[in-house]
């Protein structure tokens, strides 16, 4: 139980254009879902976290405008990287967990490179 | 703010010993710690995790150890195996949910 999937798993993209990540709870209701960037060799860093039905709220210094996070339903959470830029390569997992529960249920990643 | 300090940051053992991993947080607050095993290109799996009102736990091979008194945990891994080289992360939380993670130990098992 307690599986969250990721697609794509990998993409590549040419800077200055969008591409969706998606982030799905497969067979659980997400109270909340969090996504996350991971430089190689590096730890995870908290980008943002989303409610079902409300707005992201976003870490400091992650712009909301450029990481867009929207939350439709409890399977579904999609982020969004807007006019990427090659810095904006990296890895980026996103978790899920559902109500009185400490758990996160971490996605196998998406690997995004931006030529 | 709040801090996960992890060493070490490499770890190398031989096969069939055992490795500990440490961490300490800096918010009192914390109540729930898990740990993570990360392979290479994957996300984490959560491998185990302990509460505040508990000060061990064991699964198998794996156990942790909590020190609230002093805000430290700790990961021990018994008669290690090569399929235990990943990268090990913790993470500290409170009532926010949100993660605090470690960051991270390499864990090379020689075989």
């Known amino acids: 139980g307690a599986v969250v999937s990721q697609h794509p798993s990998w993409v590549i993209c040419k800077s200055g254009t969008s591409v969706k990540i998606e982030c799905r709870s497969l067979?659980?209701?997400?109270?909340?879902m969090f996504w996350y960037r991971q430089f190689p060799k590096q730890s995870l860093m908290l980008m943002a976290t989303?409610?079902?039905?409300?707005?992201?709220?976003?870490e400091q210094g992650v712009e909301k405008d450029k990481f867009l996070i929207n939350h439709a339903s409890l399977t579904l959470s999609t982020l969004t990287v807007t006019s990427a830029h090659p810095e904006d390569s990296s890895f980026y997992i996103c978790?899920?967990?559902?109500?009185?529960?400490?758990?996160?249920?971490f996605g196998p990643g998406t690997r995004l490179t931006v030529t | 703010g709040e801090n996960v300090e992890q060493h070490p940051s490499t770890l190398s053992v031989q096969e069939g010993d055992s490795a500990v991993i440490k961490c300490t947080y800096s918010?009192?607050?914390?109540?729930?710690f898990p740990w993570y095993k990360q392979e290479l290109g994957k996300g984490p799996q959560l491998i185990i995790d302990?509460?505040?009102?508990?000060g061990e736990k064991k699964d198998q091979r794996i156990a942790v150890t909590l020190n609230k008194t002093a805000k430290h945990f700790s990961l021990h891994i018994t008669e290690t195996q090569p399929e235990d080289s990943a990268v090990y992360f913790c993470?500290?939380?409170?009532?926010?949910?949100?993660?605090?993670f470690g960051t991270g130990t390499r864990l090379k098992v020689l075989a």
């Open positions: 978790s899920a967990r559902f109500t009185r529960v400490y758990e996160q249920y």
């Open positions: 067979d659980f209701q997400a109270t909340t």
């Open positions: 989303s409610n079902e039905g409300s707005k992201a709220t976003y």
């Open positions: 918010d009192s607050a914390s109540n729930y």
């Open positions: 302990i509460r505040s009102n508990v």
């Open positions: 993470a500290a939380t409170s009532g926010t949910y949100k993660y605090i």
